[in-house]
């Protein structure tokens, strides 16, 4: 009994629906899976009996948050693996799962993308599961990180590469007829290999730790830091429902890394401090923003991606429209909130 909570615009809606290939019963629910209340989702996998299910690593952290309690509060004898993906998880969530549902469940968090509706590392049941890794590239991947010079590199954390051809990657784009848009996108870093966007490190046990998207790096004196790591610590706090960091080179070669967080209850000294703290002992003192600054709404992706890039864009000067397309955006007033943050920025910017 397959059961991965999506939507059907996500390329995981695919992978759900292919579990009819391989002869499961698939399930599909239409709602708020934290209605109405947190744990809700756990309630629809022990009413069906499913065998594997897919979530995410912030509805895992909303769980939490809530102190939900999965495995006492419904019966999920059923259960034997919970999949993972939409964001890098934390270790946390993970040792939190294995606490509240079981160890005797593997959690087998995945890493793909949409471009290739599929995964390039994750889960298997002939693997150990480490928290906080993806134990092994998938079947057909030859996954590697390389670094700037395009050199192999384990143990550190490098730019995630496919060097060789995999059976479901686009061939073209729409609209592209000489293919120039295409091979930008993916080939250009790396001639003729496929530079996918995220950092990840390769541990030397050949398991894969991902750091977060490599186009929205933040790059501080010259040190790239991955803007998971501050996620991670930031979102571990009860008081935070969620945060967003940016990190904006300034025209006089000064950096600006603000951080953007959603606190319900008002964005206190107090908390403001125990955000620095958190970051500075979790992460690194490298990690700790310029500015925290109290936001209503941070918007994503239809498919729950934070806009990391667009929003970056957008205060380096681009327009709202054409830095993205509000259409897209689960939440188009929390881009205008940014938008005009972005604008007041600018501003100051030019007076300097």
């Known amino acids: 009994m397959f059961f991965w909570y ?18 499961a019963t698939i399930v599909s629910t239409d709602g708020n ?61 993970s040792i939190w799962l294995s606490e509240k549902v079981g160890a005797h469940v593997p959690v087998f968090s995945i890493s793909g993308g949409t471009d290739v509706v599929s995964a390039f590392a994750g889960g298997v049941r002939t693997v150990p599961v480490w928290a906080g890794e993806l134990s092994v590239p998938f079947l057909g991947v030859a996954l590697d990180a390389y670094d700037e010079a395009g050199n192999s590199v384990h143990g550190a954390v490098g730019e995630l590469v496919v060097t060789e051809p ?43 730790v991902v750091h977060g998207r490599s186009d929205a790096t933040l790059n501080r004196n010259g040190i790239r830091m991955g803007s998971a790591d501050i996620y991670q610590a930031v979102e571990s706090l009860d008081e935070v429902t969620e945060a967003l960091v940016l990190g904006m080179e300034q025209p006089d ?31 690194s003192p490298r990690h700790v923003p310029d500015d925290i600054v109290a936001a209503p709404a941070i918007p994503h992706t239809r498919t729950g991606k934070k806009l990391e890039v667009p929003l970056k864009k957008m205060f380096q000067g681009a327009a709202e429209t054409t830095a993205l397309d509000t259409s897209a955006v689960d939440d188009p007033e929390a881009v205008r909130w940014f938008a005009d943050r972005a604008a007041e920025y600018q501003r100051v910017q030019r007076a300097r």
């Not at 999506?6 to 002869?23: D, E, H, K, R, Y």
């Not at 950096?255 to 500075?280: K, Q, S």
Request: aromatic share 12%; charged share 15%.
């Open 33 to 93: 899976p934290a209605f109405p209340r947190t744990d809700a989702l756990w309630g629809i996998a022990a009413a069906q009996g499913v065998t594997y299910l897919g979530t995410s690593p912030g509805y895992v952290l909303a769980c939490i948050k809530a102190d939900a309690h999965p495995g006492a509060d419904h019966d999920l004898s059923s259960l034997r693996a919970i999949g993972i993906t939409g964001s890098a998880m934390p270790a946390t969530s």
């Open 166 to 208: 995999m059976p479901s990657m686009p061939v073209r784009f729409w609209n592209d007829p000489d293919g120039t848009r295409y091979r930008d996108a993916y080939f250009d870093t790396y001639p003729g290999i496929w530079r996918h966007g995220d950092w990840i490190t390769v541990t030397e046990r050949g398991s894969v």
């Open 253 to 283: 070669g000064g950096y600006w890394m603000p951080l953007f967080v959603v606190v319900p209850d008002g964005l206190t000294a107090e908390l403001r401090e125990r955000i620095v703290a958190v970051i500075r002992t979790q992460a």
């Open 6 to 23: 999506t939507s059907p615009s996500w390329m995981m809606w695919n992978f759900q629906v292919a579990g009819l290939l391989v002869g």
